[in-house]
T-cell receptor, first 112, second 112 residues
């Protein structure tokens, strides 16, 4: 079974803090994704990566950056957290183009 | 980007009844996927139907796809309390990139 883990289930941060969300997968998948999920808005793609050191902007990249130094790990970085980044963050992976995405359990981030 | 839209948004049924939800999308696709999300958790893939398929079954799930109407339906037969969750459809893009566009989700409550 594919296993996708996220570093924290719940996180509370202060406005202006730098926040790191980590995602690790154990299935050697090429592709990794970061989404945020908000009530009434569904899932929105922040960034994704097709390979190590490769990244592409999704639909809402502003205020975020990512890092993929190793194939199994994809990090989402909030350079200076703001209250409007309070959300559920979901990491996903898939082995190839247009295939099923496998999701981590999510990190619920609260920015005060 | 295109986006799946589920309908109805919320559904409440008795255990044992069938639950049907629909998804519409705007542009041509290669495949359409349905996911389930239990409260506060990540998404779990249920079923993928390709654009050249009209119907697919998996256990108590039945998915149909009508590409002429740009719509899909998910039927859960003989529902159980454990089916209480949000259900999302997701479509890929015909141009072959690896992005999925998710609908806003459909909340299903199965009353024991």
């Amino acid at each position: 079974d594919v296993k996708v883990t996220q570093s924290s289930r719940y996180l509370v941060k202060r406005t202006g803090e730098k926040v790191f969300l980590e995602c690790v997968q154990d299935m050697d998948h090429e592709n990794m994704f970061w989404y945020r999920q908000d009530p009434g808005l569904g899932l929105r793609l922040i960034y994704f990566s097709y390979d190590v050191k490769m990244k592409e902007k999704g639909d809402i990249p502003e205020g975020y950056s990512v890092s993929r130094e190793k194939k199994e790990r994809f990090s989402l970085i909030l350079e200076s957290a703001s209250t409007n980044q309070t959300s559920m963050y979901l990491c996903a992976t898939n082995p190839g183009l247009q295939e099923t995405q496998y999701f981590g359990p999510g990190t619920r981030l609260l920015v005060l | 980007s295109q986006q799946g839209e589920e309908d109805p948004q919320a559904l409440s049924i008795q255990e044992g009844e069938n639950a049907t939800m629909n998804c519409s999308y705007k542009t041509s696709i290669n495949n359409l996927q349905w996911y389930r999300q239990n409260s506060g958790r990540g998404l779990v893939h249920l079923i993928l139907i390709r654009s050249n398929e009209r119907e697919k079954h998996s256990g108590r799930l039945r998915v149909t796809l009508d590409t002429s109407k740009k719509s899909s339906s998910l039927l859960i037969t003989a529902s159980r309390a454990a089916d209480t969750a949000s259900y999302f459809c997701a479509t890929d893009a015909w141009d072959g990139n690896n992005r999925l566009a998710f609908g806003k989700g459909n909340q299903v409550v199965v009353i024991p």
